[in-house]
């Protein structure tokens, strides 16, 4: 039996989990220690730091590894890389992950190749820092060079108080386990987000989202998206570029585009499938499971598709808590549904009796909701929601 070598057994790995079971291949996790949904679907858990390249390796060649991959999150992206040039596997090179992986390596990029960015600094000294802000204007975002997701990020202004911009600085710079924070200038412009697949050099399937967000902190999204097809069609020809620079000719996509007056500015880009139930969303409006095609293209098979000619539109929902304390009692899924028509599913990324944090970002998250709700009606469902009907704290 074939085996695959998956990084990470959180939330957004659980569905990659279990279709490759479907398979037929043997699933080895590695993560670290800790009670992590996707554990109870796998064959075999090795207790390694995600990024341990050494240890991967010795894994990988002991094993007898197929392929390896990750969903979801950046952070083992670079790891992959490596292995995946060292054991001629099927996935992103660490050239093209160690760039888009790094928010300063990615800005950097896109300044040498000409391609649109915002203006940035990379430091790790808050004298520098406080320097280049005191000497601009206007609004900036603050962001560790290397974390996944909503981590450590921060919008900030010129005019903000010393203690508010240190502050930022410092939690930032926390988050950043490569100790480099990215500032960088504030572009306007509408967010929208999205996940798509290259074959060959070019992006045979996309799909844009309206992104819900509460400062950095994505609440959800929403498919089909609200940009018409001709941006939409702008955005591929800008990926395609994008990464055919990279040498990624094949693959998952994960992207965050600001589309100002014909404007396109990659924010963030992540060779993988995308998290905060986007992958669920596309599987139930498209009818594409992005997590099967990710298998069949790190195993060599031929990856098609045939979207949906008139997607459904879904949403998606995470939730969290206002306060910390000891999960009590999640609620029975189907009771749930029940009280609230318009909720289609539920996944939980904690159980009864683990503790729940305060959320501030999106690694806090308790679970997320597939809603079957348009954008319009978003934030009146999602408020309509009792937190003590999903979960119950003491």
């Not at 240890?55 to 197929?66: F, Q, R, W």
């Not at 950097?108 to 960015?117: G, H, P, R, V, W």
């Not at 098609?304 to 939730?319: C, G, L």
Request: glycine letters at 8%; one cysteine or more; charged letters at 25%.
């Amino acid at each position: 039996m074939e085996k695959i070598l998956i990084l990470g057994a959180g939330i957004f790995q659980v569905n990659l989990i279990k279709r490759a079971k479907e398979f037929g291949y043997w699933i080895i996790v590695a993560t670290y220690k800790g009670n992590y949904p996707g554990l109870e679907f796998c064959d075999e858990v090795v207790d390694i730091d995600i990024t341990d390249y050494d240890k991967l390796s010795a894994l990988v060649e002991k094993k007898d590894i197929k392929a390896i991959m990750t969903t979801g999150s950046d952070v083992a992206l670079p790891t992959i890389g490596k292995l995946v040039d060292k054991y001629q596997l099927i996935g992103p090179t660490f050239f093209a992950a160690d760039i888009v992986s790094s928010k300063t390596n990615f800005r950097k990029f896109q300044k040498d190749n000409q391609i649109e960015s915002p203006d940035f600094i990379k430091c790790k000294d808050v004298k520098l820092y406080l320097e280049y802000i005191q000497n601009s204007s206007g609004r900036f975002v603050v962001k560790p060079d290397d974390a996944s997701g909503s981590r450590g990020i921060h919008f900030i202004s010129a005019n903000d108080s010393i203690e508010t911009l240190e502050s930022t600085f410092i939690s930032a710079k926390s988050y950043s386990r490569n100790g480099w924070v990215c500032i960088e200038e504030f572009i306007l412009g509408q967010e929208v987000g999205g996940d798509a697949f290259m074959v060959n050099g070019k992006v045979e399937f996309i799909v844009t989202t309206t992104k819900h967000l509460k400062g950095a902190l994505v609440l959800g999204h929403t498919i089909p998206g609200s940009l018409n097809p001709t941006v939409i069609d702008q955005i591929r020809v800008h990926l395609e570029a994008i990464c055919n620079t990279l040498g990624y000719r094949s693959g998952p996509l994960n992207f965050d585009v600001m589309v100002n007056e014909g404007i396109l500015t990659v924010i963030e880009m992540g060779l993988r499938n995308g998290g905060n139930g986007i992958v669920d969303l596309i599987k139930k409006s498209y009818g594409i499971d992005l997590n099967e095609k990710l298998i069949q293209w790190t195993m060599g098979l031929e990856v098609e598709f045939s979207p949906n000619k008139n997607p459904t539109t879904y949403s998606s929902a995470v939730f969290g808590s206002h306060r910390k304390g000891l999960i009590s009692k999640i609620a029975n899924r189907n009771v749930l549904k029940s009280k609230y028509s318009f909720i289609e599913h539920i996944n939980y990324a904690k159980r009864e009796g683990e503790e729940a944090n305060i959320m501030t970002n999106n690694s806090d998250l308790i679970g997320y909701m597939i809603l079957k709700s348009d954008a319009d009606n978003y934030y009146k469902n999602v408020a309509a929601i009792k937190n003590d009907d999903l979960f119950m704290l003491i």
